[in-house]
């Protein structure tokens, strides 16, 4: 039995930070940082029959063409992450009467739609990246028995191409789900992996007033190749929510709309136009995803 300061619940039997029951989660679920981009989905909807919100994690269940979909802002950082992504699996595979897991488990399908800064000069702001798979240089799924799920090589190359100084901790390379990627792939979509930081600052190679330990951080990130695939963007939540899905038996995808381009200094005249063509998209390709 998972005790009571392990699975906190609401006197109303909701679970403690995402004020949802298991009744009010659908099977697919959207991810947005930004507590505000909720209704910029759900404004597609056809009924939106669930809202609630506690803190930044805003939550909304409704119907897209039929198809019932969850929408859900985890705030910022990786550490939101583990909140959201351990509560959403317990809204689904937990009896919270017997708080023992469920012999049946079910399997989320989990499409981040976030934002997000491009590393390399051929990836325009105001286009989209599919995170093949999350490089995660935050340590927050360092806490989880996760070798099983790393890709090891590419960690290893990635360590050894930028001199990574390891009291930062060791980088983690999770891959996202197969069978979504090829799913939500189309041509005008470039792909690559998605490094997430655990800070916006220094933790990304921004300078304000404080020093960095490595101040060439960037241009190492943009230049690391593996097996043909490069660090196509960075953020600070893909590698989390790869990691946390893998280990608990879940697909997830992330979708970045490519706001800002590092490499080149410049940032989308409308990103506001980059981030809705992203959500509408994002609609379309899981009304087609399957039937429940």
């Given at each position: 039995?998972?005790?009571?300061?392990?699975?906190?619940?609401?006197?109303?039997?909701?679970?403690?930070?995402?004020?949802?029951?298991?009744?009010?989660?659908?099977?697919?679920?959207?991810?947005?940082?930004?507590?505000?981009?909720v209704e910029k989905i759900t404004q597609y909807?056809?009924?939106?029959?669930?809202?609630?919100?506690?803190?930044?994690?805003?939550?909304?269940?409704?119907?897209?063409?039929?198809?019932?979909?969850?929408?859900?802002?985890?705030?910022?950082?990786?550490?939101?992450?583990?909140?959201?992504?351990?509560?959403?699996?317990?809204?689904?595979?937990?009896?919270?009467?017997?708080?023992?897991?469920?012999?049946?488990?079910?399997?989320?399908?989990?499409?981040?739609?976030?934002?997000?800064?491009?590393?390399?000069?051929?990836?325009?702001?105001?286009?989209?990246?599919?995170?093949?798979?999350?490089?995660?240089?935050?340590?927050?799924?360092?806490?989880?028995?996760?070798?099983?799920?790393?890709?090891?090589?590419?960690?290893?190359?990635?360590?050894?191409?930028?001199?990574?100084?390891?009291?930062?901790?060791?980088?983690?390379?999770?891959?996202?789900?197969?069978?979504?990627?090829?799913?939500?792939?189309?041509?005008?979509?470039?792909?690559?992996?998605?490094?997430?930081?655990?800070?916006?600052?220094?933790?990304?190679?921004?300078?304000?007033?404080?020093?960095?330990?490595?101040?060439?951080?960037?241009?190492?990130?943009?230049?690391?190749?593996?097996?043909?695939?490069?660090?196509?963007?960075?953020?600070?939540?893909?590698?989390?929510?790869?990691?946390?899905?893998?280990?608990?038996?879940?697909?997830?995808?992330?979708?970045?709309?490519?706001?800002?381009?590092?490499?080149?200094?410049?940032?989308s005249e409308d990103p506001y136009k980059a981030?809705?063509?992203?959500?509408?998209?994002?609609?379309?390709?899981?009304?087609?995803?399957?039937?429940?």
């Open positions: 039995m998972i005790k009571a300061s392990e699975l906190i619940l609401n006197p109303d039997g909701s679970v403690y930070h995402l004020n949802a029951r298991p009744e009010n989660i659908a099977q697919d679920i959207i991810f947005v940082g930004d507590q505000d981009r909807f056809d009924t939106v029959t669930f809202r609630t919100q506690k803190r930044e994690f805003k939550t909304q269940t409704g119907t897209y063409k039929g198809k019932e979909l969850t929408v859900i802002s985890t705030g910022i950082g990786p550490d939101n992450i583990d909140i959201v992504m351990n509560e959403l699996d317990a809204l689904h595979n937990i009896d919270f009467e017997t708080r023992k897991p469920k012999k049946e488990l079910t399997k989320l399908h989990i499409i981040r739609v976030g934002t997000s800064g491009s590393l390399q000069k051929n990836i325009p702001v105001d286009s989209i990246v599919i995170s093949t798979a999350g490089l995660g240089m935050d340590n927050m799924l360092r806490s989880y028995k996760m070798e099983d799920v790393c890709n090891m090589k590419m960690e290893d190359a990635f360590i050894k191409h930028t001199q990574w100084n390891l009291d930062k901790g060791r980088p983690y390379v999770i891959e996202c789900s197969e069978m979504l990627k090829k799913h939500f792939d189309s041509e005008d979509i470039h792909k690559g992996i998605t490094a997430t930081s655990g800070g916006f600052y220094g933790p990304q190679g921004r300078v304000l007033r404080l020093q960095l330990e490595d101040d060439k951080l960037n241009d190492t990130l943009s230049s690391f190749e593996f097996k043909k695939q490069k660090l196509t963007n960075l953020e600070m939540e893909t590698a989390a929510i790869y990691g946390l899905s893998s280990l608990l038996g879940h697909d997830a995808l992330s979708m970045n709309a490519i706001v800002a381009n590092r490499a080149n200094g410049t940032f981030i809705d063509s992203l959500i509408q998209y994002t609609l379309e390709k899981l009304v087609s995803l399957y039937n429940h």
